[in-house]
C-alpha cells in the first residue's frame, strides 16, 4: 500500500461494513462510533471508530468514551482507521496508548467473467451445519455461538454463507453481504483438517460471483498484515490493500 488512502473509498467501505457486521449498541460522540456487542470477541463491535470527527475534540470524545467502558465493566479500544485524523494519533501517542493488530482493508474488483465454483453451496441464511462449522473452525467457544447467530439475524444486507465440501463434507467457510455496489467477506474460515487445500479460496471465489450476481462491483476484506499465507491466497484473487487500520488500547 503507498500513498495515502482514498479517502471516499474509506468512508463507502466503513459505512458498508458497519452494516454487514453492524453492532448492536451504538453511542455517537462527536463523529465517532462508540460499538458494544456484549459477549462477542469481534473489536469491530467493540470499539470507539471514526466515522466523521469533528474537529478538537478527541480528548473529550475519548474521555466520555472510556467512562461509557468502565461503567459497564469493560476496557475501552480505539480502532484508528485513515478517517480517524492526525489529532486522535496525536492524543493517543501523547497518552502513551501502543498499536495492535494491524490489519489491511483490501479490495478486488468484480469482473464479469467470475462464475460459480464447484462443490461450493451458497445459502441465504446461515444453517445450523455453516453456523456450527465456521464456528468451530474459527474456535468460537460455545459461550458465544448464539450471539454470533443473534448478530448475523440483524444483518439487513443481503447475505449469502458458503460451505466448501470436499467428498460432500462441508471443510470451509465464508460469508458475505452485499449492497450498494460493494461485497464484504467476512468469516473466513477452514477445518484445520482440510486446511492448504484451497477450500478457502474456493469459498471467496464462489462469494466474488455470487456479489456479482447481486450487483456489486468491488469486494473487500479484512485481514492482519502478519497473515502472509492469507494474504498470499487473496493476492491470488485480485485482492490489493486499500488502507489499514490498527486497535489502540485506551
Same mark, same amino acid.
Given at each position: 500500500? !503507498? ?17 454487514a ?18 459477549? !462477542?470477541? !469481534?473489536?469491530?463491535? /467493540?470499539?470507539?471508530t ?50 495492535? &493488530?494491524p ?34 473452525? /474459527? ?11 443473534r448478530?448475523?439475524? &440483524? ?11 470436499? &467428498? ?40 466474488m ?33 486499500a488502507?489499514?487500520y ?5
Amino acid at each position: 500500500m !503507498s500513498g495515502p488512502a482514498d479517502r471516499a473509498l474509506v468512508e463507502a467501505l466503513e459505512r458498508h461494513c458497519a452494516k454487514a457486521w453492524p453492532a448492536p449498541e451504538i453511542v455517537r460522540i462527536h463523529g465517532w462510533e462508540l460499538r458494544f456487542a456484549t459477549g !462477542s470477541r !469481534s473489536k469491530r463491535i /467493540n470499539a470507539l471508530t471514526p466515522m466523521d470527527p469533528a474537529p478538537g475534540t478527541f480528548a473529550e470524545t475519548l474521555d466520555l468514551a472510556r467512562r461509557l467502558c468502565a461503567d459497564r465493566g469493560i476496557g475501552c479500544t480505539v480502532r484508528i482507521t485513515p478517517l480517524a485524523g492526525a489529532e486522535a494519533e496525536a492524543e493517543l501517542a501523547r497518552r502513551g496508548i501502543p498499536e495492535l &493488530d494491524p490489519t489491511a482493508v483490501e479490495v478486488a474488483p468484480l469482473g464479469p467473467t467470475l462464475a460459480a465454483e464447484p462443490d461450493i453451496r451458497i445459502e441465504p441464511t446461515p444453517d445450523g451445519g455453516w453456523l456450527a462449522g465456521m464456528t468451530k473452525a /474459527n474456535a468460537v467457544p460455545d459461550s458465544e455461538k448464539a450471539v454470533v447467530a443473534r448478530l448475523l439475524g &440483524d444483518v439487513l444486507l443481503p447475505q449469502g454463507f458458503a460451505t466448501a465440501l470436499e &467428498d460432500g463434507e462441508p471443510v470451509a467457510f465464508a460469508r458475505g453481504a452485499a449492497g450498494n455496489g460493494l461485497l464484504g467477506i467476512f468469516h473466513v474460515a477452514t477445518a484445520p483438517e482440510a486446511r492448504r487445500r484451497g477450500h478457502a479460496r474456493r469459498a471467496v471465489k464462489a462469494l466474488m460471483a455470487w456479489g456479482r450476481r447481486q450487483g456489486a462491483m468491488r469486494a473487500y476484506l479484512q485481514v492482519q498484515e502478519a497473515n502472509a499465507p492469507a494474504r498470499a491466497l487473496y493476492a491470488e484473487l485480485g485482492f490489493r490493500a486499500a488502507y489499514r487500520y490498527v486497535y489502540r488500547p485506551a
